[in-house]
């Protein structure tokens, strides 16, 4: 099964207080996992940020509003127990516990206050009279939001990155394509590491790179800003040209794609030919600041729970 949102933990978590004992986080963890019969694959399915367990970080959260909210108690470090007011949430026996159902704590009103101005209009079954830290409109744990939003800022700008690509001449794509692979550690400085070719009659071959700072080795660069897919024909003339020169590896960038058959035959051949197409390309010009500068930084922090602790 996929695991569950933050909000449908937070029953089976509080319900693994119920019989009023301490209980460490893990301990907490490792009990929910198995009554909701969750598998080895959905424990180690990640955040979108790749960063923590999805279910770690939901039984976190989960926990984090329980004792907020003063259903159950922090004895110390990673340890709770359940409180009188857990208890007769229990004694009622809801069928879910949530956000809606904290709302009707004063302490809930208190980190609603706190999170004002992060809720937007709720149409999900969390009022927004009842959200949070958390967005209404969503099920999200707030790290998987801020993961979340992160991403989806990536994506829209490497889709900026591809158009801008699409609209420099030939010759700008092909000083960016070694700029990039300057940027990755080819070589040493542009000068020294990257030699652009780029004019009639380059053979099929646009740049050539040294693969070290010392040269040892060198690799032959094609760029293509191109907007159809890149057939095997185009990969057959690249690997002629290699072989003209005697090289023995190359890079094939271009601002589309492959087809099947082109990936193939780039697999299949002694020369070692590595094709790059737009997606990866914005993507490594995106991790590598070529095209981009930093607007802002957000350091994402939690608490230090040594810090406290006596000496």
């Known amino acids: 099964m996929a695991v569950p ?6 029953l089976p978590v509080l319900e693994a207080f119920a019989d009023g004992s301490e209980h460490t986080s893990r301990e907490v963890r490792d009990h929910v996992a198995k009554v909701i019969h969750l598998s080895d694959a959905d424990l180690e399915e990640l955040l979108p940020s790749g960063t923590q367990p999805a279910f770690d970080n939901r039984i976190h959260w989960a926990l984090w ?3 907020r909210c003063g259903l159950t108690q922090r004895l110390r470090r990673g340890v709770q127990r359940i409180t009188e007011r857990g208890r007769q949430v229990l004694a009622k026996k809801p069928s879910r ?5 904290l709302a009707q704590f004063p302490e809930f009103k208190t980190l609603q206050r706190r999170g004002a101005g992060s809720s937007q209009g709720s149409s999900a079954d969390v009022d927004a009279s009842a959200a949070g830290p958390v967005a209404a409109a969503t099920l999200e744990t707030p790290d998987a939001l801020l993961a979340r939003a992160w991403a989806e800022h990536r994506e829209a700008l490497e889709d900026d990155l591809l158009q801008r690509l699409l609209g420099v001449s030939p010759r700008r794509f092909e000083s960016i394509v070694i700029e990039l692979l300057v940027a990755m550690g080819y070589g040493g400085s542009f000068a020294d590491a990257a030699q652009r070719i780029g004019r009639s009659g380059d053979g099929g071959i646009d740049g050539i790179i040294k693969e070290d700072r010392l040269g040892l080795d060198t690799v032959y660069v094609q760029a293509k800003r191109w907007q159809g897919t890149v057939s095997r024909p185009e990969i057959q003339k690249f690997a002629g040209s290699l072989q003209g020169v005697r090289a023995k590896k190359g890079i094939f960038i271009t601002t589309s794609e492959f087809s099947r058959e082109a990936e193939e035959f780039a697999r299949m051949i002694d020369t070692r030919i590595v094709l790059i197409d737009g997606r990866t390309l914005v993507r490594y010009l995106f991790e590598f600041d070529q095209g981009v500068r930093k ?9 230090d729970e040594e810090f406290f602790d006596d000496d």
């Open 65 to 67: 509003y329980l004792q």
């Open 295 to 303: 607007q802002g930084e957000y350091a994402v922090k939690k608490i």
């Open 5 to 10: 949102d933050f909000q449908t933990l937070m």
């Open 97 to 101: 516990v949530d956000l809606k159902l």
